[in-house]
């Protein structure tokens, strides 16, 4: 079971990125998938998640900017980052929780860098 994470990098502010994560040895479609940030000094806090029936849920501070979807058919999560302000920096994660067998996998995580 293995999450792979990519997309992160350095960007001005105001930019977008797109972070992907694709997951391999998992019934993808049972699964809600979420993104989680760590900024340095400071504990790992949900972004935003989304369920197997697409019903997506954000944390405050990046609702009307960021954007969760998935595509089942490829076994992807996607967050979509836009307007995006120096307080967005942080290493990214993205995590998979199996519904059917209850357990929790995450990915190694990318880094976001927003430049002000």
């Known amino acids: 079971v293995q999450l792979q994470a990519s997309g992160g990098g350095l960007v001005q502010a105001g930019g977008s990125l797109r972070l992907s994560c694709v997951t391999f040895?998992?019934?993808?479609?049972?699964?809600?998938m979420s993104w989680h940030r760590q900024k340095p000094g400071k504990q790992r806090e949900l972004v935003a998640s989304i369920t197997s029936g697409s019903k997506t849920d954000y944390v405050d501070a990046v609702k009307g900017r960021f954007t969760i979807s998935r595509d089942n058919a490829k076994s992807t999560v996607f967050l979509q980052m836009n307007s995006l302000k120096p307080e967005d920096t942080a290493v990214y994660f993205c995590?998979?929780?199996?519904?059917?067998?209850?357990?929790?996998?995450w990915g190694q995580g990318t880094q976001v860098t927003v430049s002000s």
């Open positions: 040895g998992r019934i993808f479609s049972r699964n809600v």
């Open positions: 995590n998979a929780l199996d519904l059917g067998d209850r357990t929790s996998v």
